[in-house]
């Protein structure tokens, strides 16, 4: 099932949730990610937000997808393939909602083959 | 917490990415800051014009695209790094992805919305860290001779350099961009700020009448083939004041951008502060000697 709600209204309880799953402590976690305990921490209690590239590193150690994380999907290990992927790009204008398109099916593509679909 | 904390958090931000990475030297590649965390980029037709750039996530891959329209190799590298800062700065997520997986930017300090400027700042310590700009800065003599030859060590655009020059240079300088009869930026050292007595021109502010760069600006074609020029002025006419302040005003049309660069430095101010130093030292060094005996 997918869903839409604002990023990060579920993600500390979802880290936490993938965190447990794995059966790993905060520590270990932060060693996985290369991230700083003291950073999971504040994650998990929600006092801090994390970077685009602190969600992928936490979404590739913990083997869940970025999606899950951000409360997208409610299957850790399902992306947001199910809705119409480019409904966004409409905000754009003219020309740009088009190369936005494009390069989306080529991010799409390469998304595919790195999770062997 | 203050937007000026933000902005400079974000700043160091970039610089910390900067020595994890272990990059020695000027200039710093974003394009492979990108490739090296799995983010994919791809140029926008030179013919489009639209956004300067655009962070695009599917899944568990991003890309960036960014503008080509303009020429300006700077504008460029800037308009990735700009990118780059929404995907490494924390909190962005809400921003950037809010309604959907596309997030498309105008970098270059052109926004009010705290999210890109602080982009932007991340932008600007991405390419221009601190730790070696400032090994580079040192090289040169102070002024626009200096920021040409930063601008060329961190491939930067003029512009970007000499806001970041102004922030960090120990010497009384302010820096402006101007556009036709119209202040659109002003940038002054910390010596200019906390010595200087003067008034902030803000957007918008006429350019002052009689100075190389009212002359400059009044003739379009000297701005876009990046004519230049160096005169003796007052800094009074300027920034107003309450006293008479001789400086060095370097003009430089910034070609097709349509904007001009004005950097007035005032070494007569840095004289001042080294002799008020070296006043309140002798008296220190007196005072401590009254106590001895």
């Known amino acids: ?117 | 917490m203050a937007s000026s904390l933000r902005l400079r958090l974000a700043k160091q931000s970039a610089e910390a990415l900067i020595q994890k990475l272990q990059i020695p030297c000027l200039p710093i590649d974003p394009f492979l800051i990108a490739e090296k965390h799995d983010i994919a980029i791809q140029a926008k037709p030179n013919t489009a014009i639209g956004v300067s750039g655009m962070l695009l996530r599917h899944g568990e891959a991003f890309g960036i695209m960014y503008a080509t329209n303009i020429s300006s190799e700077g504008f460029q590298r800037f308009s990735v790094a700009h990118e780059l800062g929404h995907y490494f700065l924390e909190g962005h997520i809400d921003h950037v992805f809010k309604d959907g997986d596309v997030h498309e930017s105008q970098a270059g300090f052109t926004s009010g919305d705290i999210h890109e400027l602080e982009a932007d700042h991340f932008a600007a310590g991405l390419l221009m860290p601190s730790h070696l700009f400032l090994d580079e800065q040192a090289q040169h003599e102070a002024g626009l001779h200096a920021i040409e030859e930063l601008s060329r060590a961190c491939r930067t655009s003029l512009t970007a350099t000499a806001i970041a020059y102004a922030e960090s240079t120990e010497d009384a300088v302010a820096v402006v961009l101007s556009t036709g009869p119209l202040v659109d930026f002003c940038c002054m050292s910390e010596l200019m700020r906390s010595k200087g007595n003067f008034n902030w021109p803000r957007k918008g502010t006429p350019v002052p009448r009689n100075t190389a760069t009212a002359e400059l600006n009044a003739h379009a074609d000297r701005v876009a083939t990046a004519d230049r020029e160096t005169r003796e002025a007052d800094a009074v006419a300027w920034f107003g004041g309450d006293r008479s302040l001789p400086c060095v005003e370097e003009v430089a049309g910034l070609g097709s951008y349509g904007r001009t660069l004005t950097v007035l430095s005032c070494p007569t101010l840095e004289d001042e502060v080294d002799d008020e130093e070296d006043d309140a030292s002798e008296e220190s060094m007196l005072d401590h000697w009254a106590h001895r005996f």
């Open chain 1, 1 to 117: 099932m997918t869903r839409k709600t604002p990023p990060f209204q579920e993600f500390n309880s979802r880290l936490r949730a993938a965190r447990d799953m794995r059966g790993w402590s905060q520590a270990v976690l932060a060693e996985r990610t290369e991230l700083p305990p003291s950073s999971i921490a504040h994650f998990e209690t929600g006092s801090r937000k994390p970077s685009f590239d602190n969600l992928r590193r936490l979404a590739v150690a913990l083997e869940v997808t970025t999606d899950y994380l951000m409360g997208r999907v409610d299957e850790p290990t399902l992306a947001k393939d199910g809705d119409p992927l480019f409904r966004d790009v409409a905000k754009l204008s003219g020309h740009d909602r088009d190369l936005a398109k494009n390069f989306l099916e080529m991010l799409a593509k390469q998304n595919k083959e790195k999770n062997g679909a």
